[in-house]
Structure formats: structure tokens, C-alpha cells
């Protein structure tokens, strides 16, 4: 999956929040180019580059041109944008027709493949550049709904093409039969070809799915997987575009009584399916000359792909608070820190909800030699409740009697997908809460085992818990988790994180009902014994002040690392083979932070200031790309009523880091800033 932001202005660049959002998980996204309706102009300007503002002309008077010359300057510019704001490349999108023909378009493609050298060399070999199936080689603006000739060229100078949505059925055969049709040399899968060239395969043309239905085979939205039966990613070998996904919020969101929690039943159900029952498909009406096309009842999107896991941990800690980026609270380390009744939107906090949780856990009994039925294992987004940041997820098990006579009953329930490197140690942690346990007693634990055919076994470690009593009625389970490097040859293992919920009851024939609540799973490699041990920390930070009580002023902060002191030091001659101290293992040992709480304090009138556990809690960082600034509107502030009042005009302002482990920091390793904003008081 690739998010791709869009707008109908020349450029649009994706929120920084959604740019996080897909590199945590380690996707890419890519921005768009777009040129429409009187447009034409500005496509002439992008091939011939920056226009000169001084007197110039050729140095003799003899036509120098035979075609329309073509100039590198916007594809610089356009990549050097994608760097700066960390995106991964262009859709482009030239809705418009090319008043200079075949010319212009031959141009246009030679452009495409300077946009896409500018992009690699500036973004990295990730980078990429996506067609839009608009205007075709003559100039022309006339969709194909497909790859042909007519748009070849732009295809074969980009990384893949878009196809517009409205193609019949028959259309992704064709479109399959075209391109096997290609010469090997001219779709770069020969040894002949350009070792510089996008090598092309049926995976990088996108045939195109409209979810809000315009023309697009199925009617669109629960009727999408009739499209994308056609487009058959598995078999055919073709990929999906899909436009508008936004329309399960943007076509329920004025409903009485719409909010977060029916928000999310009803994107799931589109996604990975409802928790029970079917899901109603509206019957369409057959478009003009279309025939008649069974198809079966509904399928999620999510069916029709590949479940791959986010990057191995090794590479990105995995981190998730369980929070689909929308909440009605903030909470920091179980405390509720901020509660709103219009609720918040902050993509930049978007985590996996842990994807072998929807729309059903897959639930095993941990002793393989039990034959009783199955628990029931539903789980929910819980708006109302979390570790850290918006939400956490419940799960509740209810466990139907057994006429096994046995009091003990262990359960195995998935809760994310993991890629995980033989011969490397990770650590693992879960924050947990136990709601309700029913006349039992209940024990939790985590535990990962492998999701490939050919299994292997783990060597899972229990790490004691030092956090015995956390805030809110959380707890905490630890464990180190290897694949032992002389059972498994393959680098990476497909496996899975879940948890271990181990029951005991005296009566083994009665219904048993438990809540759980997951908070936060955070994933990373443990450092080897020999590496030296650092804290992370805060180290300054300074606040440039506004200059009206509407104005912003400017948080801004630095951080750092702290060793442990040494406590000795075996050097005894310049001879002995060993370091004086630790060293780091590799030179991407830096602390890493994910995004810092922001508190304020208001002076006292005697002058004197609380501690920072009185502060009150400000935002976060991330909403708007910045991480280590804050900017603070004074009215805004929650004692601004106090300031303008005269009570005090000092605030001391506290920057809490959040770990790229979800460890908040505590204070002792935090920063504060003073303030005085008297000088914007009327």
C-alpha cells in the first residue's frame, strides 16, 4: 500500500503527520503534481524550466533547437521539496490537454525520467513517480482506463502507472495480455536493457477503484471488491488504485450520533471485514452495454493482498499505542492528562491497532491437546482508557464451560505481526490492564511464535518486572525473544506477538467472561553486553517570545545522551587487548525520540513555581512536522484568564520526550524553560 496525498492544487505535499504515519510502518507516500483545466501554460513552463530575468539570446543567430528544449530545473526543485519534507515521490496527475502534440509529450516523458534521476539521487533509491492515465501520447486528454499504446510512453519513463476507474470487466485481461505482450527489452527484463531503467512488471500498473462509485465497476464502496475481483492482485498479478478511501468517514460524518467508535466499525468493515454477520451490498445498476457480472457476497480489501509485517524491529523499533489517530482524551503513562468532548485528530500518533486483532483474533489453546471449543475473543477500540496517547484496545474472552475435568485453561491470542532476524536478541514489552476476571484467577503473559509453514521455535525469556504498581491500574510484562541462529538459516522470520492468558477456575463447567485491556507493545533489539549504557535526555531549551497575546511564540529544545559513570578501568599496559570503556555498537546508537509532551506552570504571585508534576498538560509534538519546536499561543494557554488578569505573567514552560521505545522520561531528565509575557499584556 502506498498513501498518496491529493489536491487540487499544483502540488500538494502530505501532511507531516501522515508522512510518520507511513514510515512507521514502513510505507511509502508520495505527493502529487497535478495540472488542470487551463493549466497548459504552467506544463510548457515545467519541461522549458526557469524563465530568465536578464537581457540573453543565443550567441549566433541559427536555430539551435529541433525539439522542444527540456530543462532539469523543477525536477530539482520537486525532489529537492520531496527531501525536505521527507516524502518518497510524485503522482502526477496532467489532467489538461498539451497544446504542442506529440512534441510536448515526447518532452513531457524525457521529463518524467529527470524527475525520477533528481528523485533517487535526492530522496533515495526508494523514491518514484507514478502516472496518472490522463492525457496520451499525442496530447490529448482522453482517459484509457487501461495500458496501452496510447499511454506507453509515460509508463515506461515512470516507476508505474495509475489507470483511471471507469474500465469495464474485461479490461484488467486486457491490460495483462498488453503488457505481456511487450518486448522483454522494452519493459527492461532483459540483459539488454538499460541497467538504469525502471524494470516493469504486471505489479506496477495500478488499475484503478473508485470507492465513492463514480462509474467504477461494483458501485463503489462494500460493492469496491467487485472491481478488485477483476484486478485479481493474487492471480493476475495486477495492483489496485484506490480513490476516495476517505468515504466511509466523509459519507457518514453528518449522520445523527456519528463519532470515533462507529467511525472505526464502519472503516473496518470495508478494510478487514465486520466482527459477525454479512455485510449489505446495494445492488447497482449495470452500466450502458456492460453484461451481466455475478459475483459473490462481500469481500474486505485487505483479502485480496498479501499480510506483510512492518519493518523488523532491528531496523525500526516497532511502537504502538493501539490508536488509529483520533481520540477524545490524551493520556501520559496511564494518567488522563486532557479530555475534550469535540474529540482530536492527530495522524502523527496514528499507530498499528495490532493487525491479527481484526476483525477476529485467530485463537488457539496453548495446549495443543485440548479439544474443548474455542473461546469467543472480541475486540474493540476503547476511546475511554489508555496507557499512553488516545486509546487502547479491549478485549473481552468469554470461555464457554468444559466437561474436561480440568480447572487450568491456557489461551493463545495473536496481536501483531512481526519480522524478526535469526541470531538477534530483541526485547518486547506490553502494557495491560486486567478489568474484569470472572470467578477465576487470571495470569498474562506475552509470548511470539512463528507464522511460517515450516515453524521454529523461540527462546523466550521472562524479564522481572521492577514497575510493580503504575498509574491508573496498568501493568507490565516483559521478555527477551531470539530465533537461536544454528535452527534457522533464513534472515527473517514472518512470526507473531500475542498474549498468553492462562485461567484457573474451581469449576471447570461454568462460563467464564474476562476484560482485558492492551495499551501499548513496544518491540526492540536488546544491545549486546559490551555496549556502553546510555540515558536519554533533555538537555536545554529556550522560548522566543510572541509578540501579541494572539501571536505564537516559540518552544525550542536540544537533546542528548548520558553515560553511566565508570567504576573502573583494567588498562595495564598499552598492550592489553581491551577497551578502557564500552563502546557503542554501531554509530545509529543516538536517542530517538517519537514526539515530546508539552506542560505549562504558571509562577506563583510571590515569584515562586511548583513542581512539573503540577503542570498542566499543553499538546504534543508532530501535528505539524516539527519535532524538537512548540509553538504557544498565549490566549490559548488554559491560565491564560490569570495572565491577563495581572495575577502572573510567569510561566514556566516543562518538554517531556517520549522514547522511540515508549519510555516518557522522567522528569529528572527533562527540561524547563521561563517566561515572563508581561510585555503583551494591554
Known amino acids: 500500500m502506498i498513501p498518496i496525498s491529493f489536491s487540487h492544487h499544483r502540488v500538494t505535499v502530505p501532511p507531516p503527520g501522515w508522512i510518520t504515519a507511513a514510515h512507521r510502518q514502513g510505507v511509502k507516500i508520495l505527493g502529487t503534481l497535478i495540472f488542470e483545466g487551463d493549466g497548459q501554460e504552467d506544463c510548457l513552463r515545467l519541461l522549458m524550466g526557469q524563465l530568465p530575468q536578464s537581457v540573453n539570446g543565443p550567441a549566433k543567430a541559427t536555430a539551435r533547437f529541433t525539439s522542444l528544449p527540456l530543462s532539469p530545473h523543477y525536477a530539482r526543485l520537486l525532489a529537492e521539496l520531496a527531501y ?34 533528481e528523485l533517487l539521487n535526492k530522496v533515495g533509491s526508494h523514491g518514484e513517480t507514478y502516472w496518472y492515465d ?18 506507453l510512453p509515460f509508463f515506461l519513463s515512470s516507476t508505474a502507472i495509475f489507470t483511471n476507474y471507469t474500465w469495464p470487466p474485461s479490461y484488467p485481461n486486457t491490460t495483462a495480455e498488453y503488457f505481456l505482450s511487450l518486448e522483454s527489452v522494452l519493459a527492461g527484463s532483459t540483459l539488454g536493457s538499460e541497467p538504469r531503467t525502471s524494470k516493469k512488471s504486471l505489479s506496477d500498473i495500478y488499475m484503478g477503484v473508485d470507492v465513492w462509485g463514480r462509474g467504477s465497476h461494483g458501485g463503489g464502496g462494500f460493492g469496491s471488491y467487485k472491481a478488485i475481483t477483476h484486478i485479481d492482485p493474487g492471480s493476475l498479478g495486477l495492483s489496485v488504485a ?30 478487514v471485514g465486520p466482527t459477525s454477520g454479512d455485510v449489505e451490498v446495494p445492488d447497482v445498476p449495470r452500466r450502458r452495454g456492460e453484461p451481466e457480472c455475478p459475483h459473490g ?57 495490532g493487525d491479527l486483532l481484526w476483525p477476529l483474533p485467530a485463537v488457539q489453546w496453548d495446549d495443543d491437546e485440548r479439544i474443548s471449543p474455542l473461546p469467543h475473543v472480541l475486540p474493540a477500540i476503547c476511546f475511554e482508557d489508555a496507557w499512553n496517547g488516545g486509546s487502547s484496545v479491549r478485549i473481552d474472552v468469554s470461555c464457554p464451560g468444559s466437561k474436561e475435568d ?21 526485547g518486547a514489552t506490553l502494557y495491560y490492564k486486567i478489568v474484569e476476571t470472572g470467578q477465576t484467577d487470571l495470569d498474562l503473559g506475552l509470548s511470539v511464535k512463528s507464522s511460517a509453514p515450516d515453524a521454529v521455535s523461540f527462546e523466550i525469556q521472562p524479564i522481572a518486572d521492577t514497575d510493580s504498581e503504575l498509574p491508573g491500574g496498568w501493568s507490565k510484562v516483559s521478555i527477551q525473544l531470539s530465533i537461536p541462529m544454528e535452527q534457522d538459516q533464513i534472515a527473517k522470520r514472518k512470526s507473531a506477538i500475542g498474549l498468553i492468558v492462562a485461567l484457573l477456575t474451581e469449576d471447570p463447567s461454568k462460563n467464564l467472561d474476562v476484560k482485558i485491556r492492551i495499551g501499548q507493545l513496544n518491540v526492540y533489539p536488546v544491545q549486546p553486553s559490551t555496549a556502553a549504557v546510555h540515558s536519554h535526555i533533555m538537555l536545554c531549551a529556550n522560548f522566543t517570545a510572541p509578540k501579541s497575546k494572539d501571536t505564537p511564540g516559540m518552544l525550542s529544545w536540544e537533546v542528548g545522551a548520558s553515560f553511566l559513570p565508570l567504576t573502573s578501568i583494567n588498562i595495564m599496559s598499552p598492550d592489553d587487548p581491551v577497551s578502557a570503556w564500552a563502546v557503542q555498537p554501531s554509530n545509529n546508537w543516538f536517542p530517538q525520540f517519537m514526539y515530546y509532551n508539552i506542560y505549562g506552570l504558571l509562577h506563583f504571585p510571590s515569584g515562586h513555581v511548583g513542581q512539573p508534576e503540577n503542570a498542566v498538560w499543553l499538546g504534543t509534538t508532530g501535528l505539524v512536522g516539527r519535532s524538537t519546536t512548540f509553538e504557544v499561543v498565549p490566549e490559548e494557554l488554559p491560565f491564560w484568564s490569570e495572565i491577563n488578569a495581572g495575577k502572573s505573567t510567569k510561566v514556566r514552560f516543562y518538554i517531556q520526550g517520549v522514547t522511540d521505545n515508549g519510555n516518557v522520561l522522567e522528569w529528572e531528565n527533562c527540561v524547563f524553560v521561563d517566561s515572563d509575557l508581561q510585555s503583551i499584556l494591554v
Open 242 to 271: 484506490l480513490f476516495g478511501q476517505g468515504w466511509t468517514w466523509e459519507s457518514e460524518q453528518d449522520k445523527p450520533g456519528f463519532n470515533w467508535e462507529k467511525w472505526w466499525e464502519y472503516d473496518r468493515k470495508l478494510w
Open 297 to 353: 457476497p462481500f469481500q474486505p480489501i485487505t483479502s485480496f493482498f498479501p499480510h506483510n509485517p512492518p519493518p523488523d524491529p532491528l531496523d525500526l523499533f516497532f511502537h504502538t499505542t493501539f490508536n488509529p489517530g483520533v481520540g477524545r482524551a490524551w493520556f501520559v503513562n496511564g494518567t488522563n492528562v486532557y479530555q475534550t468532548g469535540d474529540g482530536w485528530t492527530d495522524i502523527d500518533k496514528q499507530c498499528s491497532v
Open 84 to 117: 525536505q519534507r521527507g516524502f518518497d515521490g510524485y503522482l502526477l496527475n496532467f489532467e489538461c490537454p498539451l497544446g504542442g502534440g506529440i512534441e510536448q509529450c515526447r518532452a513531457l516523458a524525457a521529463w518524467i525520467t529527470l524527475l525520477q534521476h
Open 134 to 151: 490522463s492525457v496520451i501520447f499525442n496530447g490529448q486528454l482522453k482517459w484509457q482506463d487501461r495500458l496501452n499504446s496510447l499511454n
Open 406 to 426: 480440568t480447572t487450568f485453561r491456557s489461551i493463545w491470542i495473536p496481536i501483531q505481526t512481526l519480522s524478526i532476524t535469526s541470531g538477534t536478541k530483541y
